[in-house]
């Protein structure tokens, strides 16, 4: 089976708990709040994932850093079937699929979008409002930078793209030079 189905898999348990107790928006907060401390601090990572140490050594120090951290009862014995099923290396994973199944519930779709240049929040907000029109579902957008596109945005969601790019019109008008086709 691969990981992201594994992945998936823990996400959707997670979930459907989360259901049960109407906290979501909470629990997806909670692992993904664990997920972060664990890849930002590589000697965590590797002692958590990693092949030294005993399990019952990983498991103490789990305890440890969730009473400080203080997460829901559901979240910490989840970490800890992750910690016993030797799948802590997933969580990335599970944080990706378990806030795509938050969104989905929320019936919202997420979008990628990405400029050459820095946007405003209010043009991040039309950009957004144009998509939900366009797509019938409510946006959660990731904005990021890439000035290879040179200007413009591209905006990923799901299989749809929309590249109103520079880097893609000088791509095309080239093509169509080679081609032939310029009108």
């Known amino acids: 089976m691969s990981q992201k189905k594994i992945a998936r898999k823990y996400a959707s348990a997670l979930m ?9 928006a909470r ?4 692992i993904l709040s664990f997920a972060t401390l664990l890849k930002n601090d590589k000697s965590i990572w590797n002692f958590f994932v990693g092949p030294a140490g005993s ?3 990983k498991k103490s120090a789990l305890k440890d850093i969730l009473l400080k951290i203080k997460f829901s009862k559901v979240v910490n014995n989840f970490l800890h079937l992750l910690l016993d099923k030797e799948r802590l290396v997933l969580i990335g994973e599970i944080v990706e699929s378990y806030h ?10 997420r979008a ?12 991040i907000d039309k950009i957004v409002e144009r998509l939900s029109a ?11 930078l890439d000035t290879d596109i040179i200007g413009g945005i591209v905006v990923y969601v799901g299989s749809l ?8 019109q000088l791509d095309n008008i080239g093509y169509n030079l080679k ?3 310029i009108d």
Do not use: C, H, M
């Open 16 to 24: 459907e708990l989360a259901k049960e107790d109407k906290k979501e």
């Open 27 to 30: 629990y997806g907060e909670e």
């Open 55 to 57: 399990l019952d050594i």
């Open 100 to 109: 795509l199944l938050l969104d989905e519930a929320e019936g919202k779709v």
């Open 112 to 123: 990628k979008i990405v400029s050459a240049a820095p946007l405003t929040k209010t043009e």
């Open 134 to 144: 366009t797509v019938g579902k409510k946006i959660a957008a990731d904005v990021s």
């Open 161 to 168: 793209v929309f590249d109103g790019s520079i880097r893609t």
């Open 179 to 181: 081609k032939g086709q």
